[in-house]
């Protein structure tokens, strides 16, 4: 008996000298896993994941607290990526998120446009340009479609325009005519 | 020299540790989605095998002996785990993006059961110090070798127009189902 | 209108796999010449049950049933399957192996064109490791069995198991050269002595070195039609005749001389109808010689040193399970880019 | 790899290259070249597109209700690869709008519609001496003229005429037109070689190219005599090269290799390994902007394939397609109109759409010609398209990837080293419009990156205001905190004054906004990507 608990005593010994050497030695610091997701995020900040941004988004998935399919804006596919990414079981869209929907930028009826700056404040990459009493612009070409600005506006004169497709934007489409959908 | 070949080739081909004797296969059927990630894993193994062999033999033969038998199993999975940790901090130091790669699967090789499953097989077969860890190591890359396999026909896969309930795990074990089918065909080449 | 190009070769994919099964004909011609009839049955059941498991499998996955059947690969796959087993197996056997290939290994892989093991082969390796007693039926030759059996006869054992009651069943059926070498040279008999038991004829097993002489120039048309390309018969061929020359050159009288392991077992029809199987074989020309050499040394270890007769079924599937690997390893040099090295292939992702 | 060595003026030789692949489709341009190059009637409009070339759309700068005449600047060049656009005759702009063009999408694009006056007045043009100017000169002479490459992708040719401090050795003229049915420029060489052999001259003179090497395939030995006499009459030394036919001979890369036995390196450009390689087509059109001072109002258009009379005529740029294909009289069972080609063309939205610089042959359809495939049965991987890849990439591979969407891997497997030739498709014995499949994996990956750097920008942005809005906070706090203290230092009287680092903090948040500002006025356009 005591031979036994000897023997196992050794080996604990043993292995926890040298687990306490490799932890020294092997010392990590940081996450780098949270830029890896960030940069998966459409970066839309629209918080429609109920985290206020992506990157808290980011830190969240990172942490095991949020589930991959939170984000609307990075469609099934940005799902995928991030399930490819962890490593875990793609999950479709459900529950309380929205599904996701065709990419939009808001536009100012600056007829209506009072210049109360209320969605400057509101919008989280500095797309619109305008100063308080003057009319204010989307930059368009700088929006993500985030929505977050339309709520605010006292006079209601923000909408979202669908982006149309042009053919500056024009992509050639999935061939159809495979054998399974033939006439 | 040659007898310690043909343990290595032997364990490599003819007794593959996942094709024949069926070990390990969660590692095998969960690292094997991505090439680089099966290379990963294969090297871990590997590395933590050959290891895991030539301690346990020292164990037994010299700490346990006939005496503390009962305690094999016990000490292998200690020395094992104590393994698989250092390996994990290794790993995670060298390559964070493999250790991302490998997510649970590494510590995890603590249970798998190739990873036992060898070192018992070396006592069983009552190998001496080199016999071991040959066999270890023929294991191992036994191992390495069918996951790298079979995670390029994963890849490959991953276009084929497989029935949807046959999709992903399904069709990933009756490839390996036919994996083993193809290895028997090794049977009876080395005794 | 659809998109360009607006042209196309005349060509089809039913045309090609039929010109393989056309090249299968001189072969299984000479294999009636010298074994009887039997055979046809087994290609009849094949490929009645190749077509109708196809079928089948197309209308529970929901694909369109009529243009497949006629693309010829699940005949095919009957074929090659029926050309590999006994022909006085009992029916179910080319039954249950043809279902099994064409249900299991082709279509839950995707079907034509996604499966990654040889049906056929795999049908075979079933068949060999579930029925071992039922797969050594192996008809004699004309003039070497003790009783020889008529055509229905022979249907009558096939289908209901009943001999006539005169004969038994090792009098109608005998082991294929390479089994009776094996056995006899575990025995102690040398490579010479054996050769001069009576089943064996010029290079190979009396009839069956004809058959595989059929095969040959069956493979030989494919070759001059360009279905297949010449890397994998040279390749498979060549790395058996290489090494099992120097086997032979170092001790002739345990191992057989290279042209005897040509033309016997499936090592021919292997060659240029197995391996050649373009949807489990690899792409690239590189890649071919290697699957093929492969293949050549693993038949040669099985049947030299194995615990199977003839290795060309499970040599097939083994490499068939590189081939990604070789694929991907073989890529050849794209134009503008220096070396093969430079292909992105090699460098993302990779660790 | 070389093939074989052609005579040249009876004592150089030169040394032909080979690439992997090519195919032999039915040539079909013996019907178009009974006749010679016919110049089509004006017809009753034109409308012309603002973006006819590569890169950036030109600014219209004419005003509905504006009488122009011909040659006169109708669009601005805008933006670096950009090109000018003419009124390819007089008359007045009726409207400046969305028309349909010859574009694969069937989308309409701004064109400027004239009604021609019938006068064909001419604004004042005159010619230049080229050798009086320098190179950046001609090149925007060029740019003004509306040059761009005639052999389809229409290029603008300043741009490739910009060469940097690269030395090139060999200017090619490309005369090969490898695809079936085009003849544009076999008549144009047979009729106009002077012409041609002029504009290699100019050409090679900005490049200050060593030589120039003419390469025409062997099945248009009338247009290689042409070209010979013309190069013999004026003494020069260009050589005129008979290739191999074989498709896609023509193509720019595989053109250089056939005669240099060089390879254009994936991802860069001819000028790179010392080369540069212009149309046939084009090298006149320079001819015309220099020697004679015309921009680039017409061009040679073949009109072929299911008509009754094929025939090469010099088309108005605008041109209605249908009122081309007047001319050659359609058959009644046609069924389509194909742009360029029956190999890498376009097929037309509708028969009335415009004639472009890139038009270079107008194919009439029916099913006769153009059989509809079978339906596509699945690859088999018999590489077929292997043997016929003119960029020795693996297509099966490249399909499997295609179609499944693993674009990462299509990418890793060279998909942009594609040319889109479909020798591929051509050959495939399954019938899987292979091409397409190139092409929306393609344009995917391109929307992708786009994506991608917008998110990037925008994830910029967004860190730059979390940055803005902190320190906004932290230096109201700090101005709370220098108001209690200036109030308690009231009786000393003195205010402290922001420090430096602040002061150069508010100027660049000033300067930041002010780089906002400047974005919403101008103009809130969609980058191009």
């Known amino acids: 008996m005591l031979s036994a608990l000897l023997v196992m005593a050794a080996i604990a010994i043993v292995l926890g000298a040298v687990l306490g050497f490799a932890a020294i030695k092997f010392r990590t610091e940081g996450n780098p896993l949270v830029d890896k997701i960030d940069a998966i995020l459409p970066q839309t900040q629209c918080g429609q994941c109920s985290y206020p941004g992506c990157k808290p988004y980011a830190t969240a998935i990172a942490a095991g607290e949020a589930d991959i399919n939170r984000c609307p804006p990075g469609g099934e596919e940005g799902i995928q990526k991030l399930a490819d990414l962890l490593g875990v079981e793609f999950k479709p869209f459900g529950g309380d998120t929205a599904a996701p929907k065709a990419k939009s930028v808001a536009f100012i009826d600056e007829a209506i446009c009072i210049g109360c700056t209320l969605c400057i404040q509101a919008c989280p990459v500095d797309a619109i340009a305008g100063a308080a009493k003057q009319m204010h612009t989307i930059i368009a070409a700088e929006c993500t479609g985030c929505e977050l600005c339309v709520a605010p506006c006292p006079v209601d004169c923000i909408s979202m325009l669908v982006i149309e497709e042009k053919i500056t934007n024009w992509k050639w489409k999935y061939p159809v005519y495979s054998l399974t959908t033939k006439k | 020299m040659t007898e310690y070949l043909l343990i290595l080739l032997s364990a490599v081909f003819v007794n593959n540790i996942v094709m024949v004797k069926i070990l390990g296969l969660c590692p095998f059927m969960g690292v094997s989605k991505k090439l680089e990630a099966a290379i990963g894993m294969g090297a871990a193994t590997t590395f933590v095998l050959t290891l895991a062999s030539g301690s346990s033999y020292l164990i037994n033969h010299y700490l346990l002996g006939p005496e503390l038998s009962y305690l094999t199993t016990l000490s292998f999975i200690v020395v094992i785990a104590g393994i698989v940790q250092f390996t994990e901090m290794v790993v995670q130091k060298t390559s964070p993006v493999l250790y991302q790669v490998l997510g649970i699967y590494l510590p995890l090789i603590t249970t798998n059961c190739a990873v036992l499953g060898i070192p018992l097989l070396n006592v069983q077969a009552k190998h001496n110090f080199m016999e071991s860890i040959f066999f270890g190591m023929g294991g191992a890359l036994g191992f390495t070798l069918v996951m790298v396999l079979f995670a390029g026909m994963r890849e490959r896969m991953e276009g084929a127009d497989v029935p949807a309930i046959f999709k992903g795990s399904a069709i990933a074990m009756i490839t390996a189902g036919l994996m083993s089918l193809s290895f028997m065909g090794f049977s009876g080449l080395i005794k | 209108m659809l998109f360009s190009p607006f042209i196309s070769k005349p060509d089809n994919v039913s045309q090609i796999m039929l010109k393989v099964l056309l090249a299968l004909l001189p072969g299984i011609a000479l294999y009636v010449w010298y074994f009887g009839p039997a055979i046809l049955v087994s290609i009849t059941l094949a490929s009645l049950t190749a077509l109708g498991t196809e079928a089948l499998m197309l209308r529970l996955r929901n694909r369109p049933i009529a243009p497949f059947l006629k693309d010829n690969s699940a005949l095919l796959t009957g074929w090659l399957l029926a050309l590999s087993i006994p022909p006085l197996a009992p029916w179910w056997l080319i039954v249950v192996g043809t279902a099994f290939a064409i249900a299991v290994a082709k279509h839950l892989y995707g079907g034509l064109g996604n499966n990654l093991f040889n049906p056929a082969m795999v049908g075979y390796a079933v068949l060999i490791i579930s029925f071992p007693m039922q797969m050594t039926h192996w008809i004699a030759p004309h003039g070497l069995g003790q009783i020889e059996l008529g055509f229905f006869d022979q249907l009558e054992y096939i289908f209901l198991g009943v001999l006539p009651h005169n004969a038994t069943l090792d009098a109608i059926t005998m082991a294929t050269p390479l089994d009776t070498l094996k056995t006899h040279l575990h025995l102690d008999q040398s490579v010479q002595q054996i050769l001069d038991m009576p089943i064996y004829g010029q290079l190979a097993g009396h009839g069956s070195e004809m058959v595989a002489w059929g095969f040959l120039c069956g493979g030989l048309y494919l070759l001059a039609t360009r279905i297949i390309s010449w890397h994998i018969p040279v390749a498979y061929l060549g790395t058996l005749f290489v090494i099992a020359g120097i086997f032979h050159l170092l001790d002739p009288g345990h191992y057989v001389a290279p042209l005897f392991h040509w033309f016997s077992g499936a090592a021919m029809l292997g060659a240029f109808f197995i391996l050649t199987d373009p949807v489990s074989s690899p792409t690239t020309n590189k890649g071919r010689l290697i699957f093929a050499a492969g293949a050549g040394l693993i038949t040669y270890l099985i049947r030299a040193f194995g615990g199977f007769p003839d290795g060309t079924a499970f040599a097939t599937l083994l490499m068939n399970i590189c081939v990604p690997l070789i694929v991907l390893y073989t890529q050849p040099k794209v134009f503008g880019k220096k070396s093969p090295k430079d292909n992105p292939v090699h460098k993302e992702g990779r660790p | ?488 230092a009231a009786k000393l009287n003195s205010l402290q004054q922001p420090t430096p680092q602040q002061q150069a903090e508010l100027a660049d948040l000033e300067a930041h906004r002010a780089h906002i500002r400047e974005l919403a006025q101008s103009g809130v356009e969609h980058p191009e990507d």
């Open chain 4, 1 to 488: 790899m070389e093939i074989s060595r052609v005579l040249i003026d009876n004592e150089k030789m030169r040394t032909l290259y080979h690439f992997h692949g090519g195919i032999h489709p039915p040539s079909n341009k013996s019907q178009s070249t009974q006749v010679a190059i016919a110049r089509a009637p004006l017809p009753s409009r034109l409308v012309v597109p603002l973006h006819q070339h590569a890169g950036e759309a030109a600014k219209p700068i004419v005003q509905v209700g504006d009488h122009v005449l011909k040659g006169q600047l109708i669009g601005m060049p805008d933006g670096f690869v950009s090109s000018a656009v003419h009124a390819p005759t007089s008359g007045t702009i009726t409207a400046i709008d969305m028309q349909l063009i010859a574009h694969p999408s069937g989308l309409p694009n701004l064109c400027a519609t004239l009604i021609p006056d019938g006068k064909e007045e001419w604004i004042p043009h005159k010619a230049i001496d080229y050798r009086d100017h320098s190179s950046a000169e001609l090149q925007q002479l060029l740019r003004m003229a509306g040059v761009v490459g005639l052999g389809g992708a229409a290029f603008p040719s300043d741009i490739k005429l910009r060469i940097g401090k690269q030395k090139i050795t060999s200017l090619i003229l490309n005369g090969a037109e490898c695809e079936p049915y085009i003849t544009c420029d076999d008549m144009l060489m047979r009729e106009r070689a002077a012409e041609i052999v002029q504009g290699a001259e100019m050409l090679r003179f900005m490049l200050d190219a060593s030589e120039v090497l003419i390469g025409i395939e062997d099945n248009k030995p009338e247009a290689i005599a042409a070209l010979k006499q013309a190069i013999a009459d004026r003494g020069m030394n260009h050589e005129v090269v008979a290739i191999p036919t074989i498709y896609p001979g023509g193509s720019a890369k595989q053109l250089i290799r056939v005669l240099t036995g060089l390879e254009v390196p994936s991802g860069k450009l001819p000028t790179d390994i010392g080369v540069q390689c212009f149309n046939v087509a084009t090298a006149y059109s320079v001819y015309r902007a220099f020697a004679q001072g015309e921009p680039l109002l017409s061009r040679i258009v073949t009109i072929a394939g299911n008509v009754r009379q094929a025939q090469n005529y010099e088309a108005l740029i605008g041109t209605p397609i249908d009122e081309l294909i007047a001319l050659g009289v359609a058959l009644p069972d046609t069924n389509g109109y194909i742009m360029g080609g029956p190999m890498m063309g376009i097929p037309l939205p509708a028969v009335h759409v415009p004639v472009v610089k890139a038009t270079n042959c107008v194919i009439a359809a029916s099913d006769r010609l153009f059989p509809p495939p079978p339906p596509a049965l699945p690859c088999i991987r018999c590489t077929r398209c292997v043997e016929v890849c003119p960029a020795d990439l693996q297509p099966q591979d490249l399909f499997w990837f295609a179609q499944s969407k693993e674009f990462g891997r299509a990418q890793a497997f060279s998909l942009f080293d594609c040319i889109e030739c479909g020798a591929c498709s051509y050959v495939c014995p399954s019938h899987i419009p292979l091409v397409q499949y190139y092409r929306f994996a393609k344009s995917e990956i391109r929307a992708r990156e786009h994506d991608k750097q917008l998110a990037d920008q925008a994830r910029e942005r967004h860190e730059y205001r979390e940055h803005r809005i902190e320190r906004e906070k932290q230096e109201k706090a700090d101005k709370l905190a220098a108001k209690e203290k200036a109030a308690q």
